[in-house]
């Protein structure tokens, strides 16, 4: 029997690809969405891959949701939390509704979609959890206050629920991207991408969503099953921790 994946955020960008890696490598992958039911058909039309709309910011509608799933599909083996959003200002002009909107999808999102899935891992002594965090977590990123605090919490959830998880054969670990050329990126001003942010990546170049996914399959694999509470840090030479 084929395992089970849930990726959130999955039809789009890092997602999307991170879904078709999995499918590729064997599992049974199941994609959430926010809103973009339009990219979620095409994706569905392209892979085969079933998508499901909810807001990992609602505890509940995860609850039903992947209680849904797993009555689809089965059990989940392997949670992604990739969903996340910038809502980036400087803080001076950052609203508190930008902070809580950031602060409730990338940081309780995560809360949010593992909780559900957790006890099931426990019984069945098998999980993989690969939360999405990133650099500007790592490094911290002027106006994104909001953002860079939610992805260094999502690295602080990783480590702890490590050291829950490791004595039932779950393993928790994050991964930090740099930039990566999809949507969320791109709508930095071209200018600014080419002029600023390039030029402090060491290769030269963005990274791309499937160099992201490729990790994501590993950390999944039986082959990652000793490495719990960790970072891969693949962000093109632009930061080391
Ligand atoms: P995109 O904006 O391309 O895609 C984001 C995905 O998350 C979409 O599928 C979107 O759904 C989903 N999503 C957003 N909010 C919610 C919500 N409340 N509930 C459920 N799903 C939601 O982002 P990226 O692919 O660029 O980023 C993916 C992850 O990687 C994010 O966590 C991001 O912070 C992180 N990251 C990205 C980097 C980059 O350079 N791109 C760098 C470092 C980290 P819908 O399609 O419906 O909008």
């Known amino acids: ?70 009555a689809d599909i089965g059990p989940i083996d392997v949670l992604v939390n990739n969903a996340g959003i910038t809502r980036d200002s400087m803080f001076h002009k950052m609203t508190p509704e930008q902070w809580k909107e950031v602060i409730d999808t990338n940081l309780s999102g995560v809360f949010n979609m593992t909780h559900p899935v957790w006890s099931g891992m426990r019984d069945r002594k098998f999980g993989r959890v690969i939360n999405i965090s990133s650099i500007n977590g790592q490094k911290g990123q ?25 004595r039932a054969g779950i393993t928790v670990n994050a991964i930090c991207p740099g930039y990566i050329g ?20 060491p290769v030269g170049r963005l990274g791309e969503p ?16 000793f490495i719990t509470g960790s970072t891969i840090t693949a962000n093109g030479g632009q930061f080391f921790v």
């Open 210 to 225: 499937e160099e992201i996914a490729r990790c994501v399959v590993f950390l999944a694999s039986d082959d990652a099953g």
């Open 1 to 70: 029997m084929s395992k089970v994946a849930l990726v959130t955020g999955g039809s789009r960008g890092i997602g999307a690809a991170i879904s078709k890696a999995l499918q590729e490598a064997g599992y049974q992958v199941a994609a959430t969405y926010g809103g973009n039911d339009e990219a979620a058909a095409a994706f569905t039309s392209e892979t085969g891959i079933k998508t499901y709309k909810w807001s990992v910011a609602d505890y509940d509608a995860c609850k039903e949701g992947i209680a849904q799933v797993e």
């Open 142 to 166: 002027a106006g994104q206050a909001n953002y860079s605090a939610a992805k260094a919490g999502d690295l602080g959830f990783t480590k702890a629920l490590a050291q829950e998880g490791a």
């Open 182 to 201: 999809t949507e969320m990126v791109r709508a930095i001003p071209e200018k600014v991408l080419n002029e600023k942010i390039v030029p402090q990546i």
